[in-house]
Structures are given as structure tokens and as C-alpha cells.
């Protein structure tokens, strides 16, 4: 471990609201809330597009909004996205953790999200304008594939996505390009899950959509160790590079968040902490993160783009140094 490293520093800090949404809530009776897609609306409006588990075990999207983030929500009375699997048969167990991307070319906002099929989940992709009526384009990667995002533009005139297919080699954070969105190639690892007895050891995901920095992209990524008592997911961050995302440019040792609250300590998973969504404050700084809590609730946790960047300059390491000594 690199010299000067402050091992408590804290990066993401808890609202004391939390958990700001749970199923008490809810406008109509389910199971629980959580892993939440977010984005500002252009009025300023949060919204929060979440996984709602309802009372036979299905998820559904439903959106709430919030003119601070916190509280004042406004649910939809009834859910915003239904599975659909009469015409797409990959959502016949539901749809679940969305991620949202604001695309500035299309001008529409990207959901993409996990289907629920009979061969495992995958990823979909669906356009909005206004989080009301949904283009769907089906599945754009095929089961056993999870935790994806879009990235906002394209980079050397393709779009880019990220995600998490299981192969026999683990479960590693890879991304693939496509001219159209629908039809994807160039698949390359991004960053491979950690061996042994690491946080991030055989499985890793991405958390919420990458963060563009003038340093690179800022990915907050989840790691999941398995333990004789559950798995326990747990926060890391790396950087990649702006041009070439593939590309590592830096990745911390340590975790920087887990379950310490009793919210998130205890649920239906216990020991599970899961964002799938950011919003930037008006300063560009503060990260307003959406997490889901135990797989019951969410909750919110405030961080700061400069620190993050920071506590990885001092505690990253370069990727390929890592991959000589077999990470
Ligand atoms: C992951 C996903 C998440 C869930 C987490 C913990 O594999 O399915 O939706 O929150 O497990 O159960």
C-alpha cells in the first residue's frame, strides 16, 4: 500500500434521511424498493427511476420525483415500466436495476436495465423523452449479462456500453461498441474481478453510469465477496481513459463503502450496498448517489468528485502493473 494513504477516510457520506424511499411509501403495495436509475431533469427535478419488487417476487420500474432529492417524492401511482414478455419474452421474470444516461445527441434519455429470462438476465435498452411512454429495442446483450450502462456520447463515433457478462473465467466489467445501438462488437475487458481473499474477488459490476471527468472516466464499481454467511457487496473506484475507456489508468486497493447501517445491514439481502445512480450538484462536484439498501430501500449517500479523484491518485494503482503481477 502506497505511503500517506489515510485508510478511514470517508468519501461517501449517509444522508441522515435515509433511507429516503422505502415500501411504506409506495403509493400501491409491493415488496420493496430499491437499486434506483437517477438523472436531473431539466427543470432541476430528481428523478429516480427504481426496481420495485412486488408481492409475487417480479420487478417492475417505477419513477418518483423530488424537487431537492430527498424527500417530497411524487410516485407514480402505478408502475412506469411493466414487463412486457408477450412481445419480449426476456422480461417474463421482470426488468430490474436500471441505469440512466441523458443522451444530448438523441435527446432522449437511455434506461438500460436488466431483463429477467427464462436463460438468465441480460441487458435492455429502452429511449425516453420523459420517463412516460418508452421505446424498447429488446435485448442488446444476450443472459448471463448484468449491471450495464450507456455512455453519453460516442466515443470515436460509436455508441458504448458497459456491463457484466458471466463467463467461465469470472464475472468481469467489460465494454462493447455498436454504430446504432443495436448491434454491438468490439468486445473488450474493461477491469477484471480481483482472486483469493480481495473485496472484489470473482465478481465485480458497475454501479452507476461512469462519471465524465476532465481526468477520465470515474467508475464506482461493486465487488462481491463470498463469505460462509452471504455475499457482501462492497464499493470500489477506478479511472479510465477518456478516449480509450477500455483503458485503466487507475484502480484503488481498498473499498470505500459497505453496509454499516442497520438499513443496510438488514433486508431481504442482507449486507448489500447498490447504486445504480448518480446526480451532479450545481457546484459540478457533490455526487448525490442512489443506492439500494438490503434489497428493501434506498438510500443516499453525498461524495465529492474532487476527493474521489484524489483518494485515487494517492491510492490507485496503474492497471497494467497490476496485471503483470497476476492482479
Ligand atoms: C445482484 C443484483 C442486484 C441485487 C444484488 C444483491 O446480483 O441482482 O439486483 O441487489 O445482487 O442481491
Not at 54 to 82: F, K, Y
Request: include cysteine; proline fraction near 6%.
Amino acid at each position: 500500500m502506497s505511503a500517506g494513504n489515510n485508510h478511514d477516510e470517508i468519501l461517501l457520506h449517509r444522508h441522515p434521511a435515509n433511507p429516503i424511499l422505502t415500501s411504506r411509501d409506495w403509493p400501491y403495495s409491493i415488496n420493496s424498493v430499491f437499486n434506483a436509475g437517477a438523472t436531473l431533469l431539466e427543470d432541476g427535478t430528481t428523478l429516480l427511476l427504481c426496481r420495485v419488487e412486488d408481492r409475487r417476487g417480479l420487478s417492475h420500474l417505477c419513477a418518483a420525483r423530488s424537487a431537492n432529492g430527498v424527500d417530497g417524492w411524487q410516485i407514480d401511482p402505478e408502475p412506469t415500466l411493466m414487463p412486457n414478455p408477450e412481445e419480449y419474452p426476456e422480461e417474463l421474470w421482470g426488468i430490474e436495476d436500471p441505469r440512466l444516461t441523458y443522451v444530448p445527441e438523441l435527446r432522449q434519455y437511455a434506461v438500460v436495465y436488466t431483463s429477467y429470462s427464462r436463460g438468465g438476465p441480460g441487458v435492455s435498452l429502452a429511449l425516453t423523452k420523459d420517463f412516460r411512454s418508452f421505446e424498447r429495442y429488446g435485448v442488446i446483450a444476450s443472459p448471463d449479462d448484468k449491471d450495464a450502462a450507456l455512455l453519453p456520447h460516442k466515443i470515436e463515433g460509436r455508441w458504448a456500453l458497459i456491463h457484466r457478462p458471466m463467463t467461465v473465467l469470472g464475472a468481469h466489467i467489460w465494454i462493447s461498441y455498436s454504430p446504432d445501438l443495436r448491434h454491438w462488437g468490439s468486445h473488450k475487458v474493461m477491469l477484471e474481478a480481483r482472486r483469493g481473499a480481495w473485496w472484489d474477488a470473482n465478481k465485480i459490476g458497475l454501479s452507476s453510469p461512469p462519471i465524465e471527468t476532465a481526468g477520465g472516466w470515474l467508475v464506482l464499481y461493486h465487488g462481491v465477496r463470498q463469505t460462509p454467511s452471504g455475499s457482501l457487496y462492497r464499493l470500489g473506484l477506478a479511472l479510465f481513459d477518456l478516449h480509450e475507456p477500455e483503458k485503466c489508468l487507475l484502480r484503488g486497493d481498498s473499498w470505500i463503502f459497505r453496509a454499516e447501517a442497520d438499513y443496510e445491514r438488514d433486508g431481504d439481502v442482507h449486507d448489500v450496498v447498490f447504486p445504480c445512480g448518480y446526480t451532479m450538484g450545481t457546484d459540478g462536484d457533490t455526487l448525490n448517489i442512489y443506492y439500494g439498501a438490503a434489497d428493501s430501500c434506498i438510500g443516499l449517500a453525498h461524495g465529492s468528485i474532487r476527493c474521489l479523484l484524489a483518494w485515487l491518485d494517492a491510492n490507485g494503482s496503474c492497471e497494467r502493473r497490476r496485471r503483470a503481477q497476476d492482479l
